[in-house]
């Protein structure tokens, strides 16, 4: 009997020390494979955007997002890039957290200072397509400049690049395939969208602003989610104003209407003076409590990943509830 209980003994001793190493095992190999996440070494490679080569170190935290598009994407992947570009002097309040407390301004979205952006050592500049040429030649002299597309249909894209450079490819790929998703469960679940016009208006320098049909969120609205299209959009080239009386007349059934503040200086009671309109007050939308004033922040681009995951998100939950 004695024997017996010191083999048993014995058994749980030797079972408790091979669970032991299998616990240190298994935590060196998440320890590994982690750090292989983080510490790939970077050597210049060649990537390709918009059929256009670029030589970049990659994978690299050395990035400098001169594009709010960039930032917007830089906020969605969770990149805390070296440098940003501001609007009326400050960084867009809705991606500041995101972006990190560490983050240096490299100055105005049209205009970043070259000084500054040369001091952060990037690795890589990811500007604008709406930079002149002048400014994409400077910021070549600092490192290699690849200038983000602002136009919507090449959200993915946008997105890929940064998740290529800064080694979250995988993730890029991810909050895509979850966005069509959800896409195809809204228009699933409200079939009805098809049925109703919508237009989206940013006021802008105290105007309203109409898009065409591949700006902003339009393709969204539009292409993806199924809304039916004033014919006027199409007549849209990029942006354009448009008065209160010729809006009236395409008396859409929803209006969204955009309005940032610092997009807005001398204007801040713009939307005060507009809800008080009686042409305004006249049209279908507002008759029937179906114009949103910023759904989503008015700061928001439209044709990127997180403008429209966010814009998806609030359709769901204050539109088509």
Partial sequence: MKKNVLLCGALLISLLLV?????????????QSSNSDTSVAAKKQSITYLNKDYQVNIPTKKIVTASIEAMEDA?????????AVTVGGEIPH???????????????????????????????????????????????????????????????????????????????QSLVSDY????????????????????????????LCLYGSQVYYNPMLYDELGFKKPETIDKVKGQET???????????????VQFAADENKGHESFIKELKAN??????????????????????????????KAKMLEQLNKKVLK
Avoid at 20 to 25: A, G, I, L, T, Y
Avoid at 184 to 196: G, V, Y
Avoid at 244 to 252: D, H, L, R, S
Wanted: proline share 3%.
């Fill in 19 to 31: 669970g032991c190493e299998s616990k240190k095992e298994g935590s060196a190999t998440a320890s």
């Fill in 75 to 83: 906020a969605a992947l969770g990149v805390k890039p070296l440098g």
């Fill in 94 to 172: 809705y991606l500041s957290s995101a972006l990190g407390s560490e983050i240096v301004n490299v100055g105005d979205k049209f205009g970043p200072n070259v000084e500054v952006m040369t001091s952060l050592q990037p690795d890589v500049i990811l500007g604008s397509t709406k930079f002149d040429e002048s400014v994409t030649k400077n910021l070549e002299k600092i490192a290699p400049t690849i200038n983000v597309s602002h136009q919507s249909s090449t959200w993915k894209e946008n997105l890929s690049l940064l998740g290529k450079l800064s080694g979250k490819e995988e993730k890029a």
């Fill in 180 to 207: 069509e998703k959800e896409l195809m469960k809204t228009k699933k679940t409200h079939a009805a969208i098809s049925d109703l016009s919508v237009v989206i208006l940013r006021v802008r320098g105290g105007e």
């Fill in 242 to 256: 448009i008065s209160i009386e010729q809006f009236a007349k395409i008396n859409p059934d929803i209006v969204f």
């Fill in 278 to 307: 009686p042409i305004w007050k006249s049209m279908t939308a507002t008759k029937k409590n179906k114009v949103y004033f910023d759904v989503v922040d008015g700061g928001y681009q439209g044709g990127t990943y997180l403008s």
